[in-house]
């Protein structure tokens, strides 16, 4: 049900009156598609905006508003949209088929480049999507190592298959979330993040876990970060029972840096999940790691060792046009510093966010690491100072919780002002956000705040 903070709100509409045609599109959706949208993360009260189309760091939605877009692709675009070097590939490999129902040139290539970048990377099997490849991973755990446990933390997202849709946004008990068999549910071993005491609790108590798997930057991206020597504490503990560490990088992966987060931390899991930046922003996923258990997959190991091989088809694996896309976009990731580009940038307009919110003597803040960034709304009315506030002195809990209708205002007068950001306030920056994208989203956050502050959701400075 709407909120009525929403719907008596003047920003809402303001809103309305800027998005007509997306209302229209909104109410057509709704007769055809569950809630009309697509993803979860796009649900948007009263409805999210239509886009038509994009270039670089902006995008125009299909009423004309002309938005700087920190959506990124829900994190693939870091060359921005419509790279004139990833079009060109892309359209390179239309013109030759969108689909040949055989292996091709370009996936051999494609998981070359893998295979450079990610130190993990000995082998390679595409998959379509990043919820596949932690499936996948998951699954290679298991048949490697004769367990069926997977260790976990609280607020990590790998996907929305069965293994792992508890202790993510709800469920923290580890009761099964609808439609998931508790037989499923009971075999992840969920702990809170960074803690580094309840990981090696949970690891003396369980002898059955075949793999540990975390975001390496803390969940989402680093909304819920955690400080580094607890991967190369989790490395250590992993390592010495022979539990395999898989690193979902899905995110991070040619994000962070060209080798992903094990390549800036210098810790090597023993299977990496990748996706988003490695299609080009395309569909398309991996998981990569060692050979040796890889081997699962492997027809002849398989048939050496006399055991079943791991099954994986999948109709779209290494398509010939996302293989395209990718390769033209780990090539410029890997030859370019368009990762210090984007974290660059970031970290500007974190910096500069925050001065705003003390300026406008606004006590939340805006924080991450790399090229991403989030906005902390203070639910408890904490004495904080933007700019120095450290996420990782509050409790995880804290953290991701907040008034849900007060984000959601904000982020529609961030609409309304030209700034689109995600549902929990974050976004990511592209290697082509510059300074007129840094200046634009400074201002509208600041006439965001007004706006907020005009309704009585902060009080007067």
Same mark, same amino acid.
């Given at each position: 049900?709407?909120?009525?903070?929403?719907?008596?709100?003047?920003?809402?509409?303001?809103?309305?009156?800027?998005?007509?045609?997306?209302?229209?599109?909104?109410?057509?959706a709704?007769?055809?598609?569950?809630?009309?949208?697509?993803?979860?993360?796009?649900?948007?009260?009263?409805?999210?905006?239509?886009?038509?189309?994009?270039?670089?760091p902006?995008?125009?939605?299909?009423?004309?508003?002309?938005?700087?877009?920190?959506?990124?692709?829900?994190?693939?675009l870091?060359?921005?949209?419509?790279?004139?070097?990833?079009?060109?590939?892309?359209?390179?490999?239309?013109?030759?088929?969108?689909?040949?129902?055989?292996?091709?040139?370009?996936?051999?290539?494609?998981?070359?480049?893998?295979?450079?970048?990610?130190?993990?990377?000995?082998?390679?099997?595409?998959?379509?999507?990043g919820?596949?490849?932690?499936?996948?991973?998951?699954?290679?755990?298991?048949?490697?190592?004769?367990?069926?446990?997977?260790l976990?933390?609280?607020?990590?997202?790998?996907?929305?298959?069965?293994?792992?849709?508890?202790?993510?946004?709800?469920?923290?008990?580890?009761?099964?979330?609808?439609?998931?068999?508790?037989e499923?549910?009971?075999?992840?071993?969920l702990?809170p993040?960074?803690?580094?005491?309840?990981?090696?609790?949970?690891?003396?108590?369980?002898?059955?876990?075949?793999?540990?798997?975390?975001?390496?930057?803390?969940?989402?991206?680093?909304?819920?970060?955690?400080?580094?020597?607890?991967?190369?504490?989790?490395?250590?503990?992993?390592?010495?029972?022979?539990?395999?560490?898989?690193?979902?990088?899905?995110?991070?992966?040619?994000r962070?840096?060209?080798?992903?987060?094990?390549?800036?931390?210098?810790?090597?899991?023993?299977?990496?999940?990748?996706?988003?930046?490695?299609?080009?922003?395309?569909?398309?996923?991996?998981?990569?790691?060692?050979?040796?258990?890889?081997?699962?997959?492997?027809f002849?190991?398989?048939?050496?060792?006399?055991?079943?091989?791991?099954?994986?088809?999948?109709?779209?694996?290494?398509?010939?046009?996302?293989?395209?896309?990718?390769?033209?976009?780990?090539?410029?990731?890997?030859?370019?510093?368009?990762?210090?580009?984007?974290? +660059?940038?970031? %970290?500007?307009? !974190? =910096?500069? @966010?925050?001065?705003?919110? /003390? $300026?406008?003597?606004? #006590?939340? &803040?805006?924080?991450?690491?790399?090229?991403?960034?989030?906005?902390?709304?203070?639910?408890?009315?904490?004495?904080?100072?933007?700019?120095?506030?450290?996420?990782?002195?509050?409790?995880?809990?804290?953290?991701?919780?907040?008034?849900?209708?007060?984000a959601?205002?904000?982020?529609?007068?961030?609409?309304?002002?030209?700034?689109?950001?995600?549902?929990?306030?974050?976004g990511?920056?592209?290697?082509?956000?510059?300074?007129?994208?840094?200046? +634009?989203?400074? %201002?509208?956050? !600041? =006439?965001? @705040?007004?706006?907020?502050? /005009? $309704?009585?959701?902060l #009080?007067? &400075?």
């Amino acid at each position: 049900m709407p909120d009525n903070r929403l719907s008596n709100s003047t920003i809402i509409a303001a809103y309305r009156e800027r998005t007509p045609r997306s209302a229209e599109l909104a109410k057509e959706a709704q007769a055809l598609l569950p809630s009309g949208i697509s993803h979860d993360g796009r649900f948007t009260d009263p409805y999210g905006i239509y886009v038509e189309r994009a270039a670089g760091p902006r995008k125009w939605d299909v009423d004309g508003n002309e938005y700087v877009d920190y959506y990124g692709g829900h994190g693939a675009l870091l060359l921005g949209h419509n790279h004139p070097r990833v079009l060109a590939a892309m359209q390179a490999a239309l013109a030759q088929g969108t689909h040949f129902g055989a292996n091709h040139p370009n996936e051999v290539r494609w998981a070359e480049l893998v295979t450079r970048l990610v130190p993990s990377a000995e082998r390679v099997r595409f998959t379509s999507s990043g919820t596949e490849a932690t499936l996948m991973a998951l699954r290679l755990a298991r048949a490697f190592t004769g367990k069926p446990k997977i260790l976990r933390f609280f607020t990590h997202f790998h996907g929305w298959h069965d293994h792992m849709t508890a202790g993510h946004a709800s469920h923290f008990d580890g009761t099964p979330t609808t439609g998931v068999l508790a037989e499923i549910a009971a075999n992840a071993v969920l702990l809170p993040p960074g803690d580094v005491a309840a990981l090696r609790a949970a690891l003396a108590q369980h002898d059955d876990i075949a793999a540990a798997i975390l975001e390496p930057t803390g969940s989402s991206f680093g909304a819920v970060p955690h400080r580094r020597d607890f991967v190369e504490a989790l490395r250590e503990e992993t390592a010495k029972r022979g539990i395999l560490l898989v690193f979902d990088e899905v995110v991070t992966g040619f994000r962070v840096s060209p080798g992903g987060a094990q390549g800036e931390f210098g810790v090597t899991p023993d299977l990496t999940a990748l996706a988003k930046i490695l299609a080009g922003g395309l569909p398309g996923g991996a998981v990569c790691g060692r050979k040796d258990i890889l081997d699962e997959l492997d027809f002849a190991v398989a048939a050496m060792k006399g055991r079943e091989k791991i099954a994986h088809p999948g109709t779209y694996n290494a398509n010939p046009v996302s293989a395209a896309a990718g390769r033209a976009a780990l090539e410029i990731v890997g030859a370019s510093d368009a990762c210090r580009q984007a974290n +660059a940038r970031a %970290a500007e307009l !974190r =910096a500069r @966010l925050n001065e705003v919110l /003390a $300026e406008e003597r606004v #006590p939340w &803040a805006v924080y991450g690491s790399f090229s991403g960034f989030h906005t902390f709304l203070n639910p408890q009315g904490r004495a904080i100072a933007p700019e120095g506030f450290d996420p990782l002195g509050l409790d995880w809990r804290e953290l991701i919780s907040g008034s849900k209708p007060l984000a959601q205002k904000f982020r529609l007068a961030l609409l309304v002002n030209g700034v689109d950001v995600n549902g929990r306030l974050s976004g990511f920056l592209s290697a082509t956000h510059g300074t007129a994208e840094l200046d +634009a989203t400074v %201002a509208a956050f !600041r =006439a965001a @705040l007004a706006m907020l502050r /005009a $309704e009585g959701e902060l #009080p007067r &400075a």
